[in-house]
């Protein structure tokens, strides 16, 4: 798809957040999202050695605190002038679980192009299709325990 001048502006956007806020180890990554009403969001990385989450996972949750609505377009720019980027397994995954029609911009920075999200993923099983209707199950305790067939719940405390 073509880059149209909100696209470029987006691209703007996460680069000027990365060389702001991409400053140390812990935040290597700056994400910029567009709703469809033209609201701009932005977000780093948080890294962690328990696997900490993707700046475009840290937008998603900050258009979701400020009631933002159906996102349209993401980008990811690396820090320390690396351009854009594209999303990781999971982020692609996870944007096309909540946004199945949102566009993600890659490529090369003279080449930069609008992708529908489920072009990074082919043949990809989708979410919903694997929710399954959980019986109740007893609590016993703090965490729900699942309940094995032929077999009793634990006694409360």
């Known amino acids: 798809m073509i880059m149209r001048d ?45 696997g900490g989450p993707c700046a475009e996972l840290v937008v998603v949750g900050a258009a979701a605190t400020q009631g933002a609505g159906e996102l349209e377009a993401i980008v990811a720019v690396g820090d320390r002038g690396r351009g854009v980027i594209p999303p990781c397994g ?20 003279d080449a930069l192009r609008l992708v529908p999200v489920v072009e990074l993923l082919p043949e990809t099983y989708v979410w919903a299709e694997h929710q399954v209707e ?16 032929g077999s009793r719940p634990a006694a409360e405390d």
């Open 6 to 50: 909100t696209d470029r502006a987006l691209v703007q956007a996460a680069t000027a957040v990365a060389k702001l806020r991409c400053r140390s180890d812990n935040h290597t990554v700056a994400a910029a999202a567009r709703t469809t009403d033209g609201r701009v969001f932005t977000g780093v990385n948080v890294f962690h050695f328990t």
């Open 90 to 109: 999971r982020c692609r995954q996870v944007l096309l679980d909540y946004f199945p029609s949102i566009k993600v911009i890659i490529g090369p920075p």
């Open 134 to 149: 959980v019986p109740s199950v007893p609590r016993t305790g703090v965490w729900p325990m699942p309940v094995v067939p």
